[in-house]
Each structure stands twice: as C-alpha cells, then as structure tokens.
C-alpha cells in the first residue's frame, strides 16, 4: 500500500490557526477520496475531514465543523486541512489517507497505509 506524507504541525496557542498539507510522492489521487483522522494519546484514531475526488462534497466530525477546512488540489496532488480556532482538545496526531469513496473514507476504510503523520499541539 502507499503511504502519504503529512506536513505543517507544530505547537501553536490556543486560537491560532494552522495548515496541514498532505501529499503522495511517486503517486496520484485524483480518483481518490481522501480525508485527515486524528490521534490522541491514548486514545483511537478518529475521523476529522473528508473530501470528494472532485473536491465537490467534504464531511466533517461534528468536533471540527465550523473550524476546520478540508481542501484539496489535484493538479498540486496535494490534499490540506485548514485547521482555525484551535483547542486543546486537537492536539493530536494529524494523519491522511485516501479511500474508494467519501463514506468509506469517514468509516476509516482507507486503501493507503498509515504515515509517520505531523504533530499538532495547541496549548492554553
């Protein structure tokens, strides 16, 4: 399977903002849904943002929505996530992964390996 790499973490305050980048050396997506999940320590991976093959249609976790922007640019092969107004509770691990479909995307059926992902840690 292909691994994407993840890029643009880092340690910000609380209500700063931050973009995530996501792209797929040697490989393209184009046909691909795609989306960004999340891991806290200690706990599961979870859903964050999805997005269409076209970029037509994106879902979010009900945590995120409001605040978060899921983008993608298929001449770039490039996938982002603009995370604002950002809260103690996203500090997490921040991973990519592409998918057959939107809805399979956000069940966490993804058909790329999991990455190294890029650390975002927002403090108070």
């Known amino acids: 399977q292909v691994q994407l790499a993840e890029s643009g973490g880092g340690l910000v305050q609380a209500g700063d903002s931050l973009t995530l980048s996501c792209t797929a050396p040697g490989r393209t997506f184009h046909s691909d849904a795609m989306g960004w999940f999340r891991q806290a320590p200690g706990k599961k991976r979870e859903f964050v943002a999805g997005?269409?093959?076209?970029?037509?249609?994106?879902d979010y976790a009900a945590s995120v929505r409001g605040r978060f922007t899921i983008s993608r640019d298929n001449t770039k092969n490039a996938l982002y996530l603009q995370m604002n107004s950002l809260r103690d509770e996203d500090t997490a691990v921040y991973y990519c992964a592409a998918g057959t479909r939107l809805a399979a995307v956000r069940a966490g059926t993804v058909r790329t390996s999991w990455g190294l992902g890029t650390q975002v840690s927002v403090s108070s």
């Open positions: 997005i269409t093959s076209g970029g037509d249609t994106t």
